[in-house]
């Protein structure tokens, strides 16, 4: 019996918008890429014994020295309990160290160890490979256009989000 309707697996397999994303074709896929580039992300971090997000705290780290816990979940903008996590996982592998900051003992500061240089290089790469996996097929116009329009996209998203957190080199 056809209903004129396509059966699940069909409806699965199109390019169609959902219907409720009709009216937001570009948001619909912004939310399919950033969602498929973490998954490509996670895989290769994945490889170097890190979670997503945990790379972008490192990098942080890494180009910022010693930092207030307080400041990592400002710049990171996630939960405290998350950036905690985070960090109890770094600080078991041995890449990140945490103590009382002399200015103020009631703040702990957060530094990269001298165990995560290798980790350092390792991320570069992992990033590095990461970049030329999404880009793949696009020319240097296209990758500067690219980044450019993401640009765009991300200033008119900062003006439109409530205590966007500064636009920063994680």
Not at 133 to 138: E, I
Request: aromatic content about 2%.
């Amino acid at each position: 019996m056809n209903t004129g309707h396509a059966s699940t697996a069909e409806a699965a397999c199109t390019d169609a918008l959902p219907g409720a994303a009709l009216s937001g074709p570009v948001s619909h896929a912004v939310s399919r890429v950033a969602r498929l580039h973490r998954i490509a992300a996670g895989k290769l971090l994945k490889g170097l014994g890190l979670y997503p997000g945990q790379e972008l705290l490192m990098m942080h780290l890494w180009d910022a020295g010693p930092v207030r816990q307080s400041e990592l979940i400002r710049t990171l903008d996630l939960d405290p309990s998350t950036v905690t996590k985070m960090l109890q996982r770094l600080e078991q592998t041995g890449h990140v160290r945490r103590r009382p900051d002399p200015d103020d003992r009631r703040a702990v500061l957060v530094e990269a160890t001298e165990a995560s240089c290798a980790l350092h290089r390792a991320v570069r790469d992992a990033w590095g490979s990461l970049e030329e996996h999404t880009l793949a097929g696009l020319d240097d116009g296209e990758r500067t256009e690219l980044t450019r329009l993401l640009a765009k996209v991300e200033a008119n998203l900062c003006r439109e989000t409530e205590g966007c957190p500064e636009r920063q080199a994680l």
